[in-house]
C-alpha cells in the first residue's frame, strides 16, 4: 500500500523560504514522474514543479528561478525548495508521484497536501 508524506508547510514572511518534502512509504518498484502542485480556493490545482526519473525538471513561470526540486533516491523524498516567497505563493501545495507497484501496475499517487501561507 503507497502512501506518500508531505512535510515543511507554515508560515513564512514575504522573501523567505520553505522547503517541503513528500516522502513514500510502500512496496514500490519505480517513480516514474514526481511533481508538486498547487492549490487555492476556487482555482484549480496548477502545476508547480515536476521532475522525471531521468533527472530532467520543468518548473511554471512563477516559480522558475525561485523554486528547486529535487529528490533523494535512497530516501524515496520529493522536495520543493522554494525560495523569496511572495505572497501570491500562498497554498495548499501537493505531491503527486507516478509509481509502479505490483500487481496495480503505474498509478499516480498524491500526498493529503501542506498549507503554505506567506506574509506581506
Known amino acids: 500500500h503507497v502512501q506518500l508524506e508531505e512535510s515543511g508547510g507554515g508560515l513564512v514572511q514575504a522573501g523567505g523560504s520553505l522547503t517541503l518534502s513528500c516522502a513514500v512509504s510502500?512496496?514500490?518498484?519505480?517513480?516514474?514522474?514526481m511533481g508538486w502542485y498547487r492549490q487555492v480556493p476556487g482555482k484549480q490545482r496548477e502545476l508547480v514543479a515536476q521532475?522525471?526519473?531521468?533527472?530532467?525538471?520543468t518548473y511554471s513561470d512563477s516559480a522558475r528561478g525561485r523554486f528547486t526540486i529535487s529528490r533523494d533516491n535512497a530516501k524515496n523524498t520529493l522536495y520543493l525548495q522554494m525560495n523569496s516567497l511572495k505572497p501570491e505563493d500562498a497554498a495548499v501545495y501537493y505531491c503527486k508521484q507516478n509509481i509502479y507497484t505490483f500487481p496495480e501496475g503505474s498509478k499516480d499517487y498524491w500526498g493529503q497536501g501542506t498549507q503554505v501561507t506567506v506574509s506581506s
Open positions: 510502500g512496496r514500490i518498484f519505480t517513480i516514474n514522474v
Open positions: 521532475t522525471t526519473s531521468g533527472g530532467s525538471s
